[in-house]
């Protein structure tokens, strides 16, 4: 079964195969201590001592990019249907979370899977209208589904406004509250990495990428293609949500800025790039290289307007110097080790 | 009714401004198939450029627009010669037209939030707050004036594609890329002058809605988004299309601003563009992609 899909090619750039590669024991290995690695590190306190809390806080946010990035990646990178405005299934998850915290008491470690359903829900009812159209309409129209829910969300006054809602405190312990945001959050992360993964590696995904390189042949060999899309527009929507309902909770407020600005579909968008479009790794890659670049950067040069500009930079100089991101290039030259070889 | 008149006028008035606006926008991407997202963060760019120009030197917005339309052709100029070549001919030219834009913007956005700040700006020449009074109606000074250089320049911009040289090659690119190139057009150069013109226009736009609309940096995805919308719902790359969809659009979003308030009028212009994908996916004057 692997055998066929190793022919097929991804997103942007057309995969060489890795002939005879003997698939050694470090593709496992490597993945299999980082999770462990992940999941012991909020048990070492007193080895981190005092920057304890703000490395657990960065492991939340890097976790998040990363299923972030990741379900961005089955629609924008599979598919090849770009979405800027990816972060309105983000803001609808955080909402539906904490309305329902406020309102009804439910924990969002409860609700998140909830809310990544609403997302997936919305996310299909949007695609049913937008993905009738191939190219740049679809783009033009997720950004037009950002500013709309902006706009709503601003004005709803049942969510707050444009002030937002504060959310009730968690109810845990102060020095060790960030713990349950990490688990729930590397969870999520999981999820939406093996989800990527066995899309990879199913016939759902193989059509996606008959999709992404030429629609019209796609659909001649029998592929229904607007299903096809509209079924990746809407998985993609589910860890976005999902992730959305834990990063609200842990902010403890929701506000429309937040959610849905541009900015946040510029990360998801830009992580994938950097880490290669339409590969399994690369998102996972990408959102690593950049909250990392990111924590340097604020922590080095504070953080000011000029974030944007390097934002933009990085984006311009990866499109158009090394198009095929991180893990696409290396494939290219041959030299991507094993345990980011996941298609 | 008279009110219902009245709106009418505004929104008319507004829809030459928008119809300005949007045609920069669809001749890129009749001619190149680009989809310039950074095309709203120029017009702002051009706001700040008459904004200093009448407040520096007092020029009056009207006659920034001997600046900023030379300033932008050029930046336009610069900008394809940059950026586009490079991609030309890659199998997925349009989506990366789109996403290396939208780096430009994220950039230029960032740059101006860096040097000017995200306090709201506007011109404010004399005629801002002042009315012609015809009957009952009233017709704004500044929005009247606005409306007519940008008839101006739309009849200019239609003179040029069809009364000049260039202006056949660009029509010719338009229609059919390849054949234009096969009939000896120089299809570099005609992209690069309609992407400096297309930039121009942007320019023009900036200095006319810099007394019309307070403006601020990162304004300029609302107005992207508005006119992105409205030149899908008269279909993308038709210069009709991009007039029509302005005037009905800007109308159409009086009467919501009227019934509902100003806050709902951005709505008008989202919701058209959902109800065009879903009834017409083409738009107004679109083609349906060609297969092949």
């Known amino acids: ?343 | 009714m008279t009110h219902f008149i009245q709106v009418l006028i505004l929104g008319l008035l507004l829809g030459g401004v928008y119809a300005l606006m949007a045609s920069g926008l669809t001749l890129m991407f009749g001619v190149m198939r680009i989809v310039n997202l950074a095309h709203g963060v120029f017009i702002i760019g051009a706001c700040y450029v008459a904004f200093f120009l009448f407040r520096e030197l007092g020029w009056d917005p009207f006659v920034s627009l001997a600046v900023t339309m030379p300033l932008f052709f050029l930046i336009g100029l610069g900008v394809y010669t940059l950026l586009f070549p490079r991609i030309e001919g890659s199998p997925r030219f349009g989506e990366m037209t789109v996403l290396l834009t939208f780096a430009l913007a994220l950039i230029t956005e960032g740059l101006l939030s860096f040097a000017f700040t995200g306090t709201f700006r506007s011109t404010d020449p004399s005629y801002a707050t002042e009315a012609i009074r015809i009957g009952e109606f009233f017709i704004p000074t500044a929005q009247f004036y606005s409306s007519i250089t940008s008839v101006i320049l739309l009849i200019a911009l239609w003179a040029f594609l069809y009364f000049s040289r260039t202006g056949y090659a660009v029509r010719a690119t338009m229609q059919n890329r390849t054949a234009a190139q096969i009939v000896g057009v120089n299809v570099r150069r005609v992209s690069t002058i309609s992407f400096g013109i297309g930039m121009a226009l942007a320019g023009a736009s900036g200095s006319l809605i810099s007394f019309l609309f307070p403006f601020f940096p990162a304004r300029h995805w609302q107005w992207i988004a508005i006119l992105l919308a409205l030149i899908v719902l008269g279909g993308l790359g038709s210069l009709k299309g991009a007039v029509v969809g302005a005037l009905l659009l800007a109308v159409a979003a009086g009467l919501v601003s009227d019934q509902f308030g100003p806050t709902w009028s951005p709505m008008t212009f989202f919701g058209a563009l959902f109800l065009i994908l879903l009834i017409r996916p083409q738009g107004l004057f679109g083609h349906r992609e060609r297969v092949g």
Request: charged share 10%; proline share 6%.
């Open chain 1, 1 to 343: 079964m692997t055998q066929v899909e190793k022919k097929e090619s991804s997103g942007t750039a057309p995969v060489p195969p890795t002939p005879g590669r003997t698939r050694s024991r470090a593709r496992y290995l490597v993945p299999a201590i980082v999770t462990l690695l992940l999941l012991l590190i909020p048990l070492a306190r007193p080895l981190i001592g005092q920057p304890y809390n703000y490395m657990l806080q960065v492991g939340i946010a890097g976790l998040m990019w990363v299923a972030m990035s990741s379900s961005w990646n089955l629609i924008g990178g599979f598919t090849g249907y770009i979405s800027l405005g990816h972060n309105v299934f983000f803001g609808i998850g955080g909402y539906t979370a904490g309305m329902l915290l406020v309102y009804q008491g439910l924990s969002p470690f409860a609700t998140a899977p909830l809310a990544g359903l609403v997302a997936v829900g919305f996310g299909f009812l949007v695609g049913l209208v937008t993905l009738r159209t191939r190219g740049p309409s679809f783009i033009i129209s997720t950004i037009a589904l950002l500013l709309m829910t902006g706009l709503v969300f601003d004005n709803w006054d049942l969510v707050g406004g444009s002030n937002g809602l504060s959310l009730p405190l968690p109810p845990f312990a102060v020095e060790s509250v960030k713990i349950p945001f990490y688990y729930a959050m590397l969870l999520i992360a999981i999820g939406s990495v093996y989800l990527g993964y066995r899309v990879a590696h199913s016939k759902f995904g193989l059509a996606l990428r008959a999709i992404a390189q030429d629609e019209t042949k796609a659909e001649v060999a029998g592929i229904d293609t607007r299903r096809m899309k509209i079924a990746a527009f809407s998985l993609s929507a589910f860890f976005v949500g999902a992730a959305g309902a834990i990063w609200g909770y842990s902010l403890s407020y929701l506000r429309p800025t937040i959610f849905f600005i541009i900015g946040v579909a510029a990360q998801m968008v830009l992580m994938v790039i950097i880490g290669g479009r339409g590969t399994v790794a690369g998102p996972a890659v990408g959102a690593i290289l950049l909250v990392t670049l990111n924590e340097v950067a604020i922590t080095q040069f504070g953080s000011s307007e000029l974030n944007i500009v390097v934002t933009g930079v990085i984006l311009l100089v990866v499109l158009l110097f090394f198009p095929l991101g991180v893990v696409g290039t290396l494939r290219d030259r041959g030299r991507l080790p094993s345990f980011l070889d996941w298609d």
